[in-house]
């Protein structure tokens, strides 16, 4: 009897030291509707207490990035060789760039700029069970309006496809094409903004090797849609609609153990309107509208771009296309793999009130994108032939396409260090649940982007949108850097003049290499013999990356840097 009043006291004091009717702090179980523990450190998860090192997971995030970038081009090179650049491919790069504008606006867009500082929020403040109830109830309201939005999308796709690439309906069977394949395809956003949820929980939890991991799937599902479905199919090319489908399953799948793991998978309820009543989810839904807008002026931009690629002629959205693949081949490796890693752990600095720590990440991730973006864009201008000829020149892939391809992936090397640098300094602003600030400067980016496109695509034809996307980008770079630096909240640490001079170097001897050797050998003539030609390409790529490092050792680079440990 004693002991039970002892416990009984014990539990009434607990459970009074807090406001009345918030919670049970003996249980961590919420007591009110939408009502979440105080701050309680020594109970926080378990998982959460190992300190993480930013260079190993910036190298693990990259490492599975290159993995699905490398598959990536992998289906490229099969859709390149079974269809060329052709109606087919301009039809089901139009139909899939229709749900991949949705997923960027929905999904990996605006709603992972919104979703992740808030989970990092609860997780760091407000315990395991609210933060469980928060990964609940925002995954029951996206996937019933995601499916309300796919219903209306099947149903209106002739006049999506209209929207995006009118001009296809002056390539014979092309409309046609686009409008089933967007229907096929459509259901994906669904799927792929779930596997967008579960890489943030597993993000904000330091687990980055599965999200990266999971867009191979994809690839796979391309590759044996292309190599061993197509070939029975009356229309081949719908095999790769359906291949978005599986792929898009397979990505939420993958990360299901990682999620079960840390107690995080989520319940999708009946009742999304209770969902919606959430004080997390109505907190992150204020700040997804903001974030809609601001990812949705970039995907209008790329619409844009896309209707006037459709009407330059058959093939130009195609060679836009596989250009964008090669470019997004280093923008995934370091600034989406650098977004992904600096985004919890600069939120998670915002919310301890760290400053110092805060502008102390930014510093490293603009070091790290500068080291590795600057040769990647003097390879893609200086390189862009040989680069393209090993990749794509095969089957139905002939000598103009790889002409007309390089073109365009050596106008996006001229803006390719902007593109990067916006997946780092934006996340300065999200961690912040500052959001309106990048829609500002994404509303007169788009506006600059759309008047380039009036001087460089006349002169330059499709390369001439590749080079106003580019520059647009470093334009938006540029702002959201002046807007940290104004705001205080990113302080340069010292030596970057010496970085930048480092840099420079390097980067000169670099090009002067990249240039002899694209132009000594014959890239496209040597289409025959297609192992010399990739054992070449291989070679001339390490003797680049030895010459590249060899540099700027020489000259006393330091790389003991960017060796950095978080909590």
Aim: hydrophobic share 55%; charged share 15%; aromatic share 10%.
């Amino acid at each position: 009897m004693r002991q039970a009043k002892k416990r009984s006291k014990a539990t009434h004091k607990a459970t009074n030291s807090a406001p009345i009717g918030l919670f049970d702090r003996t249980s961590w179980r919420q007591i009110g509707p939408n009502r979440v523990p105080a701050r309680r450190p020594h109970l926080r998860h378990p998982y959460n207490k190992r300190p993480m090192n930013l260079f190993r997971a910036l190298l693990t995030v990259s490492g599975f990035t290159l993995l699905s970038r490398v598959t990536g081009l992998a289906r490229e090179t099969l859709i390149a060789r079974a269809f060329g650049a052709s109606q087919f491919t301009d039809a089901f790069y139009v139909a899939f760039r229709i749900p991949n504008l949705l997923r960027r606006i929905s999904a990996e867009g605006a709603f992972s700029q919104a979703f992740v500082p808030i989970l990092a929020e609860f997780k760091n403040q407000q315990g395991h069970d609210a933060t469980k109830a928060l990964v609940d109830a925002t995954s029951t309201v996206l996937a019933w309006a995601l499916a309300v939005l796919s219903l209306i999308g099947v149903a209106g796709a002739s006049g999506v496809v209209f929207i995006v690439a009118s001009g296809l309906a002056h390539e014979g069977q092309a409309y046609a094409l686009a409008v089933t394949m967007t229907r096929i395809m459509f259901p994906y956003i669904i799927f792929i903004s779930l596997t967008s949820l579960a890489s943030g929980v597993l993000n904000t939890y330091k687990n980055f090797s599965l999200p990266a991991f999971a867009p191979v799937l994809l690839n796979v599902a391309f590759i044996v849609a292309a190599v061993f479905v197509a070939p029975y199919l009356h229309t081949p090319v719908y095999a790769l609609a359906w291949a978005v489908i599986v792929g898009g399953i397979l990505q939420f799948i993958v990360q299901l153990p990682g999620l079960k793991k840390i107690d995080m998978v989520p319940c999708i309820g009946l009742n999304p309107v209770r969902a919606l009543a959430h004080r997390g989810v109505k907190r992150v839904l204020s700040k997804m509208v903001p974030a809609m807008f601001a990812v949705s002026v970039a995907q209008i931009s790329l619409i844009i771009n896309t209707n006037i690629a459709s009407r330059i002629g058959p093939g130009a959205v195609s060679w836009i296309n596989f250009a964008d693949r090669l470019m997004e081949f280093p923008t995934a490796l370091l600034g989406v793999a650098l977004g992904t890693i600096l985004l919890p752990s600069l939120s998670k600095a915002h919310v301890d009130a760290d400053p110092h720590e805060y502008s102390s990440l930014l510093d490293w991730g603009l070091r790290v994108t500068f080291l590795l973006a600057a040769p990647s864009a003097v390879a893609l201008f200086f390189f862009a032939q040989p680069l393209t000829a090993v990749l794509f020149n095969y089957g139905k892939f002939d000598g103009n396409s790889v002409v007309m391809v390089s073109r365009a992936l050596a106008a996006y090397g001229v803006g390719l260090i902007g593109l990067i640098l916006i997946k780092i300094l934006a996340p300065g602003f999200y961690a912040k649940q500052d959001i309106k600030t990048p829609v500002k400067i994404g509303v007169g980016v788009l506006i600059v982007t759309q008047l380039s496109n009036f001087v460089f695509v006349p002169i330059f034809a499709h390369a001439g949108l590749t080079l106003s996307v580019g520059l647009g980008a470093c334009v938006n770079a540029l702002l959201l850097f002046i807007g940290l630096r104004k705001r205080g909240i990113y302080m340069p640490s010292s030596g970057w003049l010496k970085f930048f001079v480092q840099l420079l170097g390097a980067c000169l001897v670099l090009a002067g290499a990249m240039h002899w050797l694209a132009l000594s050998f014959d890239w496209i003539g040597m289409h025959s013999r297609p192992v010399d030609r990739i054992v070449l390409l291989g070679a001339c790529l390490v003797l680049i990356a030895a010459l590249y490092f060899g540099m700027l050792w020489l000259m006393g680079f330091k790389y003991a840097y960017f060796k950095r440990r978080v909590k």
